[in-house]
């Protein structure tokens, strides 16, 4: 072997070293609420060792208004907004911000008392993309070149009109099918978006079914605005429902669940609950006004929640909160972040506030115990109430006026 040839295979050695390196700290996004459906990145390699000026900008975009946040696999990010009639669903360059592929549709915006635009995440899956607009038109698209595979409409397949709020449900990818809320929960074919089946209709809720596994049974659990219901992942047929009325039926929050525990949380003082399935009845362990989760909802890492309790109209009274997750009480609350969100990666927890301020603290269940802060969206006509992301050495943040900024926080 040649000295070139030698050193050309020494090189290609230690790039696949380091690649390899890499990949073990660096995580993948591909949906709402993460790889695993619970807030938080597996990613640990990250640094909120930043200067003063905050962490270095790697781009910015514009997609238009709305609250979708992000999916990320591998280079390319997916997110959605609305402009002039119209939605768009982006596919980005994770590290350019260079727009891969785009595909637009006309869209209602539904503003009704918020900027409007679509609340749905993508969601991706084995190669696909799967996306719902505001209307209740879902799209699967091809991840690399955005080809339409098929379209179906939540309309149409749920029986229901316009919830006043819109559609926000994200796709749940089960087996092979495609899981939402859309008042009912219904289930689509993978292959071609029939419709497979729907349960029970009730007033729709904004969040997104979670799954769950008792005794063997798979069921999907979702809490819409006449209470929370579980279930049957094989038909759809309705296994156990909690009543949970809620003011102005905005509830947009999903269930937390753990083995056979559900947790749940919604805004407007109505506070949270834990419950117990059985199988066959949902069996409540405690409800109380400790932590409203008015859009999103929190985290839980070692047996404490931590999450944004109070409403978007009051931001000054909201804290974000630490909640112990078997007897619901407050271990600590600090103020400051408005009505915004909370993820979490490598035992810390990254704070998108409702200004567009980015924050890092430690996963501290005795105090807040803050890291660094600096802002990333400084737009005081918009609002931040989307979750930030972080994937791949890179933090995502958007506001609702669709102004999105990507941050480098690898580790050097």
Known sequence: MSVVNTCMTLTAIIACLWSNSWSASAADWPQWRGPNLDGISTEANWSHDWPASGPE????????????????????????????????????????????????????????LHDGGPGATPTVHEGRVYTCGKDGRVFCFTAEEGDVQWEANLQQIAGVELPEWGFTSSALIHEDEVIFEAGRVVSLAQSNGEARWRGEPYRPGYGTPTPLSVDGEDYFTSLNNDGLVVVSA?????????????????????????????????????????????????????????????????????GCLYGIHGNSHTPSQCTLRCVDWATGEVKWAERGF???????????????????????????PEAYQELAR????????????????IANGRIYCRNSHGNVVCVNVANP
């Open 338 to 364: 408005g009505c915004g969100s909370v993820t979490a990666a490598g035992e810390r927890l990254i704070i998108l506030t409702d200004r567009g301020l980015l924050s890092v603290a430690e996963m501290n």
């Open 57 to 112: 900008v790697a781009w910015r975009a514009e997609v238009g208004i709305g609250y979708s946040s992000f999916a990320v696999v591998g280079e390319r990010v997916y997110t959605l907004g609305h402009t002039n009639g119209e939605e768009t669903v982006f596919c980005f360059d994770a590290g350019s911000g260079d727009v891969v592929w785009s595909h637009s549709y006309p869209a209602q915006l539904v503003d009704n």
């Open 374 to 389: 600096a802002e990333v969206l400084p737009n005081p006509e918009s609002v931040c109430w989307t979750v930030p992301v």
């Open 234 to 302: 094989e038909n759809g047929a309705l296994q156990a429902f909690h009543p949970w009325e809620t003011d102005f039926a905005t509830t947009s929050t999903s269930p937390i669940v753990v083995d056979n525990q559900i947790f749940i949380s919604t805004g407007y003082n109505r506070g949270c609950s834990l419950l117990g399935f059985t199988g066959q009845r949902l069996l409540v362990a405690y409800e109380n006004k400790e932590l409203n989760n008015h859009f999103n909802q929190s985290i839980l890492i070692d």
